[in-house]
C-alpha cells in the first residue's frame, strides 16, 4: 500500500496536470498565479474566505508535494511559486481528460467528440471554423507521414 502512494505522488510531481484540486487548493492556486510567489501570510490574506494560517500552510504544503508548487526558504518562511502557469496547468489538465477519453472504447471516444462540437458549435462560430481548420492540417500532417 505504501509504494501505491509512493508511485502515485512521484507520478503526481512528474505531471502536476494530472491531478484534480479541490475548492480550497484551487483557490491556493489562484493567489498564487495572481500574486506570484507568496508567504503563508500572503495567501492567508488575499484568500476569498478567512482561514486559519495552518490550513493554508497545510494546504501549500500538499500542493508542493503534488508538484504544483515549488518553495525556498526565506528566513524562517517558506516562499512559494507556481511550477506551471495557470494556462500551463488547465492545458495540461484537458489533455488528461481528453486522453482519458480517448482510452476508452468507441462509444466514449464519440461522445467526447459529439459533446465537443455541440458545445463549440453552440458558443463560437469563429472557434468552430478554426477547429475545422486545424482537423484538416492535423490530417494533412498524418497523411505527410503515412508518405515517409
Not at 45 to 54: C, D, K, M, Q
Not at 115 to 136: M, S
Amino acid at each position: 500500500m505504501f509504494q501505491f502512494w509512493k508511485d502515485r505522488s512521484k507520478s503526481t510531481r512528474e505531471n502536476p496536470g494530472s491531478i484534480a484540486l479541490g475548492h480550497l487548493e484551487e483557490g491556493v492556486m489562484e493567489v498564487v498565479w495572481t500574486r506570484g510567489e507568496s508567504s503563508v501570510r500572503m495567501v492567508t490574506e488575499h484568500l476569498s474566505r478567512p482561514l486559519a494560517y495552518t490550513t493554508v500552510m497545510t494546504t501549500l504544503d500538499r500542493l508542493f508535494k503534488k508538484g504544483l508548487l515549488d518553495r525556498r526558504k526565506s528566513d524562517r518562511a517558506f516562499l512559494y511559486s507556481a511550477r506551471l502557469s495557470r494556462a500551463e496547468w488547465e492545458r495540461a489538465r484537458a489533455g488528461e481528460i481528453v486522453a482519458g477519453f480517448l482510452a476508452e472504447q468507441q462509444p466514449g471516444r464519440e461522445l467526447l467528440v459529439s459533446c465537443f462540437i455541440n458545445a463549440v458549435g453552440a458558443h463560437d462560430e469563429v472557434l468552430l471554423a478554426d477547429l475545422e481548420r486545424k482537423i484538416r492540417e492535423e490530417r494533412k500532417k498524418l497523411q505527410r507521414r503515412g508518405r515517409r
